[in-house]
């Protein structure tokens, strides 16, 4: 059954503390010399010795069991023991990460040969992060002497629409789009306007997404069947949101829009003690609330955008936006699996649209994880950096992968700037900070980066792009309810959120939502408008409009040429007809972006 949500008893953010892992429970990543179809996976990564080692430390390795996992549907079909198989970039080994509970066992009397010197992390900290530091910090004893192929471990990650409770949200709760607006000009639409896309020299101009299938994962609402929502929000929408009406049709008979509403492991309930949330209040500050029509807005602006793409809407995060990377990393896996030799993907462009974030950003994560002591103990910066690099090393093996196979992953760079407890701008979340990933930054209607977005890109890399995401709105704007700086999305919800978090929480307030549109603001919303333009991109290289022979290259090129035509001068010369503005608060190029 779906899960379902008492808005009247979220917490509020003073009741909360913010945490960014599950306590008991670690993921590890194996590198094999076997083929991916080998029948000697689960011996080879040798768990018992693995074990044999924990157990003078205390502490042993279980491997998920179904109860662990998300039940999904046969479009998302995730391995039952909870360890996904990936092919090695070079396609002769496998990469394994499997997910694991930490149990406390009784310690034998040590033997000092065989107890190394480990650094210990923060008192108090979890079991998880105490093995994670203990494999990581004896990594080549265990692969030399032991024969063990763990290659980095990591405590298991929570994951958020684009920190707050567990990690970002998104830049304001929605507002309504009052009943009496609509757009003069397109009625029942609000469509987006790409100057650059439309120029007459772009070579985008008649591209519609056709051959293009795009993949968002995100939230998604649900009542006793995945379409009800959908289907009864157009229909008491009618001609004032034809947008909605088509994502309804389309979901009826799944062509063009396919719904895959999986529920998610125990921990990323409402009913956990958990409760993985995301977002922020209209003042910045944390706030638990309802959003599961996030992913059903951003998949509007991807059809607004490019109507004849493929979308396949797949939920990995739940009504409050929080959610839990082994189920994000199964969900990538199937992708990448259908991508591979033999899937119904093999050879086909496709874009993965990730308007969320997993874990701390790099300022954040060295404050959390070390002790001063520890800090001092690891000496240089490159040292933090290759242990830091290890926690985060089996999400970005998993997005090589899937660039590998030709995906295009675009991903939201975060809400945590100018907050309450950020006061200045920060660098990019992961996944968008990994080099193989096109980062989005949100700018509001006069090009000016949105208070709340996090900088694309770090400055050794140059994989960043800014576009429309809307402003950071004030309560008075809110209150006043009309022609707000946010983009206008379907809104299937018939209440919305407070927009000031209270302890104890308030109910949503019902409003008028005839029309099923909502205004929203954030770098989630940013993140599907170059999705779409992304997936012009590939449909035009796939039709030969480009001087690329895109056919003629290596999969894990095609993805690399995208993020070069999209980010660079000369690539946007050669699609666009000419370069991009430079937005210098960000030093990236900017994607306009107007909406009526």
Not at 157 to 175: L, Y
Not at 414 to 442: L, Q
């Amino acid at each position: 059954m779906p899960e379902t949500y008492d808005a009247g008893s979220l917490p509020g953010w003073q009741d909360v503390d913010t945490y960014y892992w599950l306590e008991n429970e670690v993921m590890l990543v194996f590198q094999l010399d076997l083929p991916l179809a080998s029948q000697s996976i689960a011996d080879a990564i040798r768990l018992d010795d693995l074990n044999q080692f924990l157990n003078f430390y205390s502490y042993r390795l279980s491997p998920f069991g179904p109860e662990k996992l998300a039940p999904v549907s046969a479009h998302v079909a995730h391995d039952q023991q909870g360890q996904y198989l990936f092919p090695t970039p070079a396609g002769s080994g496998t990469t394994v990460v499997g997910f694991f509970s930490v149990s406390p066992v009784p310690a034998p009397v040590p033997d000092p040969s065989i107890v190394a010197e480990w650094w210990s992390p923060n008192a108090g900290q979890s079991d998880a992060c105490k093995v994670a530091n203990l494999i990581n910090t004896n990594l080549a004893m265990l692969k030399h002497e032991s024969k063990i192929p763990v290659i980095a471990a990591a405590p298991h990650w929570i994951g958020s629409a684009t920190p707050c409770m567990v990690g970002s949200g998104p830049g304001v709760p929605p507002v309504p789009v009052a009943s009496d607006e609509s757009s003069a000009t397109t009625p029942g639409q609000w469509p987006i306007n790409l100057p650059a896309v439309n120029a007459a020299d772009s070579l985008l101009t008649d591209k519609r997404g056709a051959g293009v299938h795009v993949f968002v994962l995100d939230t998604m609402p649900a009542l006793s069947t995945q379409t009800q929502p959908l289907a009864a929000a157009a229909q008491q929408a009618g001609e004032h949101n034809r947008l909605l009406q088509r994502l309804a049709s389309e979901a009826q008979e799944p062509s063009l829009y396919q719904l895959h509403y999986q529920l998610l492991p125990e921990e990323a309930r409402f009913s956990s003690e958990y409760q993985p949330a995301a977002g922020r209040d209209i003042h910045g500050n944390a706030y638990a609330f309802n959003m599961p029509d996030h992913g059903l807005f951003v998949s509007g602006i991807i059809r607004d955008l490019v109507p004849e793409a493929s979308i396949e809407h797949i939920r990995v995060l739940n009504d409050l936006g929080g959610g839990d990377l082994c189920t994000l990393i199964g969900t990538l896996n199937t992708i990448s699996t259908r991508m591979a030799v033999g899937g119904d993907l093999y050879q086909q462009p496709v874009v993965v649209n990730l308007s969320l974030v997993v874990g701390p950003d790099d300022e954040l994560l060295p404050q959390i994880w070390y002790s001063s002591d520890d800090l001092a103990k690891m000496g240089t910066q490159s040292e933090v950096a290759i242990e830091l690099g290890l926690l985060r090393s089996a999400l970005h093996l998993v997005v090589q992968n899937l660039v590998a196979h030709g995906a295009v992953v675009v991903a939201a760079a975060g809400n945590d700037s100018n907050s309450p407890t950020v006061p200045k701008r920060i660098g990019p979340h992961y996944p968008a900070a990994f080099p193989e990933v096109i980062s989005v930054a949100a700018v509001d209607r006069q090009g000016k980066p949105a208070l709340y977005s996090n900088s694309p890109q770090a400055a050794t890399l140059h994989n960043g792009i800014a576009t429309y995401g809307g402003a950071a709105l004030t309560l008075e704007e809110v209150q006043n309810g009309h022609h707000l700086d946010a983009l206008k999305g379907v809104y299937t919800s018939t209440s919305y959120p407070a927009p000031e978090v209270h302890t104890p929480a308030l109910p949503d307030y019902p409003a008028p939502n005839t029309y099923g549109w909502a205004f929203w603001s954030g770098t989630s919303f940013a993140t599907p408008i170059v999705s779409a333009v992304v997936a012009r991109i590939l449909q035009a290289l796939a039709s030969g409009a480009t001087s690329t022979h895109w056919q003629s290259l290596p999969p894990a090129q095609r993805a690399a040429e995208v993020q070069r035509l999209l980010t660079t001068v000369d690539g946007q010369l050669e699609i666009f007809g000419s370069a991009l503005t430079l937005q210098p608060d960000f030093g990236v190029t900017l994607l306009n972006a107007t909406q009526a």
